[in-house]
């Protein structure tokens, strides 16, 4: 089946410093891949959809300055978070769907435990 | 605007017996209803879904979720609990606009299930 890899599984990182999750399709080829954050015991919230070759659309209240996305190829899809502070600890998670058409099912990595102190 | 509700933060049942997890919806238009589950230091796994066909829908490892129009629920049930079957589950509803269902999913906040030997 559909693989999604996501990368590093656990980070930790000091304040100030910018830190890079990268996401990848391993069986399939990607237009488009979705960027999820959890805050503890709260349900998953989309922060913003990946376009290869094109900006990524962010979700309201999302700062793209801080939370840079690139999707560079089919297969490979990064967001980078600049000068991290301990409130952009959090659990993210990407996913992406293996064939265009909203219904189709997506798949998602493992995610990014983000821990800044 | 659509929206979920998953009334239980945590079910424990105990292994054989029957699992119900409870979700609400709210949508203006016929939704398209997912549950999702997610196994610790995993990622999420699409359990099954609705998209408008039989409302009856099954999905994997024995479970299963009826949509119920009427009530706005899409409750996920199993006859009979494993212990492999603890895990976090998510209730899904694809957000909706004039033409169709988007690549924006709504996650509830989650259902932590634990099954007792």
């Known amino acids: 089946g559909a693989v999604v890899s996501q990368h590093p599984s656990r980070v930790i990182c000091k304040s100030g410093t910018s830190v890079k999750i990268e996401c990848r399709s391993l069986?399939?080829?990607?237009?488009?891949m979705f960027w999820y954050r959890q805050f503890p015991k709260q349900s998953l919230m989309l922060m913003a959809t990946?376009?290869?070759?094109?900006?990524?659309?962010?979700e309201q209240g999302v700062e793209k300055d801080k939370f840079l996305i690139n999707h560079a190829s089919l297969t490979l899809s990064t967001l980078t978070v600049t000068s991290a502070h301990p409130e952009d600890s959090s659990f993210y998670i990407c996913?992406?769907?293996?064939?265009?058409?909203?219904?189709?099912?997506?798949?998602f990595g493992n995610g990014t435990r983000l821990t800044v102190t | 605007a659509q929206s979920v509700t998953q009334l239980d933060s945590h079910v424990s049942v105990s292994e054989g017996t029957p699992v119900l997890l409870r979700c609400n919806y709210s949508?203006?238009?016929?939704?398209?209803l997912f549950w999702y589950v997610q196994h610790p230091n995993k990622g999420l796994q699409l359990l099954l879904k609705?998209?408008?066909?039989?409302?009856l829908v099954k999905g994997i490892n024995g479970f299963e979720a009826e949509f119920k129009k009427s009530e706005t629920s899409f409750h996920l049930t199993k006859p009979s609990a494993h212990m492999s079957d603890a895990a976090e589950y998510f209730c899904?509803?694809?957000?909706?606009?004039?033409?169709?269902?988007?690549?924006?999913?709504?996650f509830g906040t989650g259902t932590l299930l634990a099954v007792q030997p």
């Open positions: 609705y998209t408008s066909a039989a409302t």
């Open positions: 069986d399939f080829q990607a237009t488009t």
């Open positions: 990946s376009n290869e070759g094109s900006k990524a659309t962010y």
């Open positions: 949508s203006s238009y016929s939704p398209s």
């Open positions: 996913s992406a769907r293996v064939s265009a058409g909203s219904l189709s099912p997506l798949h």
């Open positions: 899904v509803v694809s957000e909706e606009r004039y033409g169709g269902a988007t690549n924006k999913l709504i």
